[in-house]
């Protein structure tokens, strides 16, 4: 089946099945915005919950977006900004080494 892709009146591209770098997407309750793409799936940066009255949050080392697997690679520095509730983050070690100020800074 070919693939329908879609040219907005602002000159961006949408296509259905089809993963846009700068484009933000929802996985697990979370929001990541595409870094990088390559075939097989690229980086992805964390920028928030979907609801700010979380009190846990999980940011894992890799997600799938559509069938391919992105690695997680940086956090939004306004991720946990209104995000009142929240007593509780989990992050791979590679990031939660890389944002370690971020994280207490958000959980106090």
Same mark, same amino acid.
């Given at each position: 089946?070919?693939?329908? #892709? ?7 591209? /949408?296509?259905?099945? *089809? #993963?846009?770098? $700068? ?9 990541? +915005? ?6 097989? $799936? $690229?980086?992805?940066?964390?920028? /928030?919950?979907?609801? +700010? /009255?979380v009190k846990k949050i999980k940011i894992p080392a890799k997600i799938k977006l559509k069938g391919k ?8 520095? +306004? ?5 009142? *509730?929240?007593?509780?983050?989990t992050t791979s070690k590679a990031l939660g080494k890389k944002y370690k100020k971020l994280i207490r +800074? /958000?959980?106090?």
């Amino acid at each position: 089946m070919p693939e329908i #892709i879609t040219v907005k009146e602002d000159n961006t591209v /949408s296509a259905k099945n *089809k #993963i846009v770098k $700068g484009k933000t997407y929802t996985y697990k309750k979370n929001k990541y +915005k595409v870094t990088k793409l390559t075939k097989k $799936g $690229g980086n992805v940066k964390y920028m /928030s919950p979907v609801k +700010k /009255s979380v009190k846990k949050i999980k940011i894992p080392a890799k997600i799938k977006l559509k069938g391919k697997t992105f690695k997680v690679t940086a956090i939004y520095k +306004k991720a946990f900004k209104k995000c009142k *509730k929240l007593k509780k983050i989990t992050t791979s070690k590679a990031l939660g080494k890389k944002y370690k100020k971020l994280i207490r +800074k /958000s959980i106090r």
